[in-house]
DNA sequence: CGGTATAGTGATAAATTTATCCCTATAGCT
DNA sequence: AGCTATAGGGATAAATTTATCACTATACCG
């Protein structure tokens, strides 16, 4: 750990949602899990492009911050899974918002982000999350046919 | 300039929203200008956490993502102003939310983020886009009178 | 036993983002 | 002439965030 050497800004509650949400991952974090996704050996099945490590620790922040909850199985092998807290769950219209912004944008997004002189190579794997809703829905047709 | 090494994550709608967010004052850049802030050197006195220098750079930054336009106005000295492409209007609803999620649960982000082990310091100067816009109302209103 | 899977952590390097400083140019004001 | 304000940019250091690699521990399966 380390300690911030630049004091934090929460000026306007911008930079305090930015600030909840500043992480590569934590939306898709919070998004995952929203979604039901809860495991950590799940997510990071999910989220290929991340490591174990950054994913543990952008959920510890997440949880620190109270966005989300750990629950503990006395298990073994271990067992763990996160949900979303009340707070948590309020983030949700935003992290919607941004999913349907970006995505009603893609196309002219692509475009600028790859004109951008600083990209080189962009990792554009289809979302995980929606080849997972994908089987899940399978999963479930099928249980409705038996 | 550099040329990221680290191939830019582009799966979901919520990678590209956070990619053009991606900048400490993005979203108060387009708060500001949105609501009229639009010269250069109004924008660096609306926030005096931020440098010149990197106000700058993060405005070029949206604008060559296509979310702002500049208007330079061919004067000495120099005026330059800034204003929201349609794309960037469309941004505008996930901003306000941040915004309102963030003042909604000031007291508890607040609390959290202070616990924060590596949070030393805090800088929360009243955000200066309500004292601007509190000035902005008191014109009016003396015009009003007139 | 050797391989799988589970969840987690420490040390350290690399990448990326911000901050600091200093400089250019022009016009108006005193 | 020296000060202000306008807008901009280069070089470089510092801070912060991510990535990499290596390790602990236990149970199940063949």
Redesign the interface.
Known sequence: ?????I??????????????LNG?WK??LL?AISLGIKRPSQIVRLLP?ATRRVLHVQLKELE???MVEKTIYAQLPPKVEYSLTE?GW??M???D??????????Q???A??????????????????YRHMAEERKKGEMKAVK
Request: contains cysteine.
């Open positions: 750990m380390y300690e911030r050497k004091p934090l800004t929460i000026d306007c509650g911008l930079h305090l949602t930015k600030e909840v590569k939306p898709a998004n492009g620190d911050h109270g707070i309020s983030l219209p935003i992290i918002a941004m999913n349907q912004w970006g995505d009603a944008h893609r002219f997004l692509e600028v982000l790859s004109q951008d002189p600083r990209t080189t190579q962009v990792s554009k794997s289809v979302c995980q999350v």
